[in-house]
């Protein structure tokens, strides 16, 4: 919410009315422009979570704008973004639109503290002048629309997917699995694999958990095997060559590559199929210490791309520095709950998961600012061991991001977008239980009871309340709040600034 308002209004003629109505619908115009390139040069899952994303900005506000409403207050504006308007409308007495920078949204209720000057007529219509119930309900209403969406979020995923497996007891156990993903350049893909498929067997050995099927995959990097596998009743087989996938032996000794990575070609090394490691080792065995160029499927992020400056100290023996890998996760997600059984888990997991933040959330807070800043801050690139500064900070950044965990991190929304995107690419339930999460983290942040946030307001509501007594009306003199209210703006700022920087420079990696 926002806590400033203007007392006068420019009421345009005609002809300014129809130019304004024409640079905000060109505006409109190349906004929507710029979300369809987004689709067509990125991916479309990343206009499907930036839409998610704005639908929960949007209804964080709506919540605000509706009980301010029902309370008889006034709402000047109501937009999504902020900065350079693109473009907007009048219904009443409130401007409706949309605003250049998508990092948050707000609605304009006068009169929300001491020092905004208000027109007479319409100080009664102030959040100020309004009972402790009503400005209660209007500041804890954003984070209220986060719990309802988190709710409908989690009653759909029950609904539709059931309860939640344990992978790695699953992954031991369960002997009905079906592919949930298929990584790309890799075994799986090169054989026709699709999500959905069920394996039947590999290398002429029946399938069973996934565990075992690993460990058949990981001893056979190399070779040629038949798999067999269902596709809606039909069985099939094909013809598959087993990558490989770097271990941390073989990771060790080559600054530039991280464990995980799977070697797709070296720049020199002429051949018509992916390098295994015996045959990168034998080409790299006379250029140690020269900077090669390396084009992997990274081993973080699971997509292709050319590492350049990959300096080799150190070849491994072959069996210990890769292993073989197929390229293909695991399904075990159970049948959907019915209706009632599903309100009832939903009710529970929304009750535990949102005790469980509000306990950690302090730790996981400090923690995470400290991170941010270590993410900046806490490289030591070493120029000595490629061609340009620049190689050797890309290098450093992969190492730092391949072996720090990144569970604590703070996300910026571009970190989220994109950690979103992902989601979107792995099916309904994850970007469910990720969208889920997000609601429930924004939902208990708001309501730190510091000002600008919504439960800064809560805060100064509760306070007012508490020293109104005798017939007294108290008011909090909100001069002596800007000091703090200031540092807290700055420190989202600054904190905001960082975190997209890590998150462009060195992408989120939840393993």
């Given at each position: 919410m926002s806590e400033a308002t203007t007392t006068s209004e420019h009421h345009p003629d005609d002809e300014e009315l129809g130019e304004i109505v024409q640079q905000s619908w060109s505006g409109l115009i190349a906004l929507i422009a710029g979300i369809i390139a987004i689709g067509f040069f990125a991916s479309w899952s990343w206009v499907v979570i930036i839409f998610a994303l704005v639908?929960?900005?949007?209804?964080?506000?709506?919540?605000?704008?509706?009980?301010?409403?029902?309370?008889?207050?006034?709402?000047?504006?109501?937009?999504?973004?902020?900065?350079?308007?693109?473009?907007?409308?009048?219904?009443?007495?409130?401007?409706?639109?949309i605003k250049a920078i998508w990092l948050g949204a707000y609605v304009r209720i006068i009169g929300m503290t001491s020092l905004e000057s208000v027109d007479p007529a319409d100080e009664q219509r102030t959040y100020r002048q309004k009972s402790y119930p009503r400005r209660l309900m209007v500041a804890m209403a954003g984070s209220t629309m986060h719990f309802i969406m988190a709710l409908i979020l989690l009653y759909v995923l029950f609904l539709t997917n059931g309860m939640p497996v344990d992978r790695a007891t699953a992954a031991d156990e369960l002997d009905n699995w079906t592919l949930e993903s298929v990584s790309v350049d890799s075994a799986a893909s090169s054989a026709g694999l699709s999500p959905g498929d069920q394996l039947i067997k590999f290398d002429e050995v029946e399938i069973t958990t996934f565990t075992e099927f690993g460990d058949l995959v990981r001893s056979r990097a190399g070779l040629s095997v038949d798999v067999t596998y269902q596709r809606e009743g039909e069985t099939l087989t094909a013809d598959a060559v087993i990558g490989e996938r770097l271990t941390v032996e073989g990771a060790d000794g080559i600054d530039g590559l991280i464990v995980r990575d799977r070697i797709l070609a070296v720049d020199g090394l002429e051949l018509d199929h992916a390098p295994t490691y015996a045959e990168f080792a034998e080409f790299a065995d006379d250029r140690i210490g020269e900077p090669l160029t390396v084009t992997v499927v990274d081993g973080r992020t699971g997509e292709p791309g050319v590492v350049e400056g990959v300096v080799v100290n150190d070849l491994a023996q072959p069996e210990d520095a890769a292993?073989?890998?197929?390229?293909?996760?695991?399904?075990?997600?159970?049948?959907?709950?019915?209706?009632?059984?599903?309100?009832?888990?939903?009710?529970?997991?929304?009750?535990?998961?949102?005790?469980?933040?509000?306990?950690?959330?302090?730790?996981?807070?400090?923690?995470?600012?400290?991170?941010?800043?270590?993410?900046?801050?806490?490289?030591?690139?070493?120029?000595?061991?490629?061609?340009?500064?620049?190689?050797?900070?890309?290098?450093?950044?992969?190492?730092?991001?391949?072996?720090?965990?990144?569970?604590?991190?703070?996300?910026?929304i571009y970190g989220v977008a994109g950690l979103g995107a992902a989601a979107v690419k792995d099916g309904l339930a994850d970007t469910l239980s990720l969208l889920f999460v997000i609601n429930i983290f924004i939902g208990v942040f708001n309501l730190i009871p510091l000002l600008p946030l919504d439960g800064g307001h809560v805060a100064v509501a509760t306070y007012e309340r508490i020293r109104s007594f005798g017939g007294r009306h108290y008011r909090v003199d909100a001069t002596k709040l800007l000091p703090l209210t200031y540092a807290v703006v700055m420190l989202l700022l600054v904190v905001g600034a960082i975190t997209l920087l890590r998150d462009i420079f060195d992408p989120v990696n939840f393993g």
């Open positions: 639908v929960m900005i949007a209804m964080h506000e709506l919540g605000h704008y509706l009980t301010a409403k029902w309370s008889g207050m006034k709402v000047t504006e109501f937009f999504i973004g902020f900065g350079p308007k693109i473009w907007s409308f009048h219904y009443g007495e409130t401007e409706y639109g292993i073989g890998f197929f390229g293909v996760s695991a399904d075990y997600r159970s049948n959907g709950l019915g209706a009632f059984d599903a309100a009832g888990e939903t009710v529970q997991t929304f009750g535990s998961f949102v005790g469980d933040v509000t306990v950690a959330f302090p730790g996981a807070l400090t923690g995470g600012l400290s991170g941010a800043f270590d993410g900046i801050l806490g490289t030591d690139s070493d120029p000595a061991t490629t061609d340009t500064i620049e190689a050797a900070r890309q290098l450093e950044l992969r190492r730092l991001d391949s072996s720090n965990p990144d569970e604590s991190r703070i996300l910026s």
